[in-house]
C-alpha cells in the first residue's frame, strides 16, 4: 500500500507515473511473489550473476561526475520510434523522456527524473548490444515516453522511472508488472534492482514487489510476448537514494542487462 499511497496521493502531477483507470486500483492487493518462487530466485543461477557496486564512500565530486553523466545520457540519448514490423527482444522506454510540460517527472537534488532513468536505460542498452541470447545478439530497443511507433512487438517491455514523495525518504525503490502472469518475468529483473542497491533481496521482494502500478499508461501501446513490468529505482527526493542510485548506475545497468539476457533464454 506504501507504493500506491505514494503514486497516488503525494506526488505531485510532473512526478507521476501516468497511472491512471480502474486497473491501477483494483489490482493493489495482488501478491507479487509466493514463497516458492521466491526461493527459486533466490537460489537461481542468474542470482550469482548479478553483483553488488564496489562498497567504497564516495565524495561530492563524484556525485558531480555521475550527475554529469545522466544530463549527458539524457542529451544524446540514443531513442527511436521502432519498426512495428520487426519485433525486439526487449523495449526499454526512458520516464516520461523528453516532455517538457505536463508529467515532465520527479526533482532530485543532482538531477531530475528524466535524466536519472536515462543514465541506467542508455548503459544497459549499451551493455545489452554485447550480448546474446539463444544464439543471436539481442535486439535492444530505446524510447521515450510518447514518440513511438503504436503496436512496436517484443518480448520484453521494461519502463524505468524514479519515484518522489512530498515526504522525504518515506518510498523506497519498487517494482511493478502489469499483470499476475508478468510476475514470474519480473522476479529477476527485481533481483537486479534489490542487489545493485544492497538491500536485502527477499524482504524487498516480498515488500516491494507487487501489481500496484498495473495501470502504467504505455503497457497497453506495446505487445509484448514475455512480460511488462516497471521499476521506480529508487525515491529521487531522498537524497541518500539519489546519490545510491547516481554511484551505482553502472552496476544497476550491467546487472539489468544481465537480468534480461536470463530472461530472454528459451527456457
Ligand atoms: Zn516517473
Known amino acids: 500500500m506504501t507504493i500506491l499511497f505514494g503514486l497516488c496521493f503525494s506526488l505531485p502531477i510532473s512526478a507521476s507515473p501516468d497511472l491512471g483507470g480502474p486497473a491501477a486500483t483494483a489490482s493493489a492487493a495482488v501478491a507479487g511473489i509466493g514463497s516458492a518462487e521466491l526461493q ?11 553483483r553488488a557496486p564496489p562498497a567504497r564512500a564516495f565524495s561530492e565530486d563524484d556525485l558531480k561526475f555521475w550527475a554529469d553523466k545522466a544530463r549527458q545520457a539524457h542529451r544524446a540519448a540514443p531513442v527511436a520510434r521502432g519498426d512495428a514490423s520487426r519485433g525486439y527482444d526487449i523495449i526499454i522506454q526512458i520516464g516520461h523522456y523528453p516532455r517538457k510540460k505536463g508529467k515532465t517527472g520527479g526533482q ?17 542498452v549499451q551493455k545489452l548490444s554485447g550480448l546474446s541470447a539463444n544464439g543471436a545478439k539481442i535486439r535492444a530497443l530505446l524510447v521515450g515516453a510518447d514518440d513511438y511507433t503504436p503496436k512496436l512487438k517484443s518480448k520484453i517491455f ?37 542487489i545493485t542497491l544492497g538491500l536485502d533481496a527477499e524482504k524487498f521482494m516480498r515488500d516491494n514487489y507487487t501489481a500496484a502500478l498495473a495501470g502504467y499508461y504505455a503497457y497497453s501501446d506495446f505487445q509484448t510476448e514475455r512480460f511488462k513490468g516497471i521499476l521506480e529505482m529508487s525515491e529521487l527526493t531522498c537524497e541518500r537514494q539519489e546519490a545510491k542510485l547516481l554511484t551505482g548506475a553502472a552496476t544497476l545497468s550491467a546487472n ?10 528459451d527456457k
Do not use: W
Not at 40 to 50: A, I, T
Not at 117 to 123: D, E, Q, S
Not at 256 to 265: H, K
Open 158 to 194: 521494461l519502463a524505468l522511472h524514479t519515484d518522489s514523495s512530498g515526504k522525504s525518504c518515506s518510498l523506497g525503490p519498487s517494482v511493478g508488472y502489469q499483470k499476475v502472469g508478468d510476475a514470474s518475468g519480473m522476479h529477476g529483473i527485481a533481483l537486479a534492482l534489490a
Open 108 to 124: 532530485g537534488k543532482l538531477v531530475n527524473e528524466q535524466e536519472a532513468a536515462a543514465l541506467v536505460a542508455v548503459g544497459t
Open 40 to 50: 527459486d530466485v533466490l537460489s537461481s543461477p542468474l542470482r550469482r550473476q548479478l
Open 256 to 265: 539489468l542487462a544481465t537480468a534480461i539476457q536470463f530472461a530472454l533464454r
